[in-house]
């Protein structure tokens, strides 16, 4: 797809034209998008999505990317950045309103500075708010959109309110509808002593440094967890640990992490992954389901 003459008249933010994601996702694979995004604020935003919509370009968002794995034909159509729309506010009542591009540490010290907490197990998990909302991010069995009491959403071409109580979600899951744009999360906290939030957010950092340090680029776990499973032992089982297509490999130190070991292309972590499928399924009768979103065009 090619964007020719004056992409969205009036935009203030940054545009990028034919932007390899590599550059945008943790995995470090991942061919260009036709045009990176990256608005100035919401009413920015707001002229480029109804640029967009008008000129038929699809447009996908991005967080931090540690969630993505994208094919190397590039995505045709827009990415867009929500980096600029990052605001903390405290509403009163223990609520806080996390704008998508908050990153989850930053949420967590705003709560801890207000006396707020409860969301204390995404300090470690890397991204920002929209993407930890998009994937109900969490861990020890808790997940974020638990602790969500309404959603602020772009949803055909208004901002909209979405009570929790509106929201369908599961473990890594989320429904929208078709185009929907998480803006900011307006998050319930609970009365919590700073030093009790500090001692959480160490003890998360602590753990991530010392089990999940895989010391290359990575998507987190790329499987998610069958019910009653543990995606890892079940890929041990399979013999799969440490297994390798080209760059591409299960993680010695965590058979659920598939890294970059420096040459990776998308195809390399794509075949892997499929063959870690197939020989889960061969050995236990389980289907894996990935956790890493996989988008983007075939070579
Ligand atoms: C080392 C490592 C450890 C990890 N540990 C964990 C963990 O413990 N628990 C866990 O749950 N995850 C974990 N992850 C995965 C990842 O950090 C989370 O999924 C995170 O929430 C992704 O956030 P992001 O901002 O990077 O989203 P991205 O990866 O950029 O996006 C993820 C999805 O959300 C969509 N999206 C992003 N923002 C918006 C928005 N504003 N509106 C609509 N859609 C949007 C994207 O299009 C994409 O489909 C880990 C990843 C790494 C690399």
Known sequence: MSLSGQICPGFCGELLQNELMSRHTSLKVGGP????????????????????DVNQVPRMVVGGGYNLLVREGGI??????LEHLNRLEAL???CIKAWAGAENLQVVR??????????????GIPGTIGGAIRMNAGAYGNGLLNHADSLCLLRHGAVQD????????GYRRLDLQQGDIILA???QLEPTDPACTEEEIRKDLELRRTKHSVGYPSA????????????????????MRGQTVG???MAELHSNFLINRGNATATNCLELAEKVKQAVLATTGIQLEEEVRIVGEEP
């Open 33 to 52: 998008t036709d045009l990176y995004a990256v608005p100035e604020d919401l009413e920015d935003l707001l002229l480029l999505v109804n640029w967009l």
């Open 76 to 81: 045709r159509g827009a990415v867009i950045s």
């Open 92 to 94: 009163g009542n223990g």
């Open 110 to 123: 705003f709560g801890q500075q207000l006396g707020l907490g409860g969301i204390g197990f995404i300090s």
């Open 162 to 169: 979405v009570d929790h109580s509106q929201i369908e979600y």
């Open 185 to 187: 999360a307006i998050l």
């Open 220 to 239: 987190g776990s790329f499987f998610k967890n069958p019910p009653g499973q543990a995606a890892w032992r079940l890929i041990d089982a399979a013999g």
């Open 247 to 249: 760059g591409a490999q």
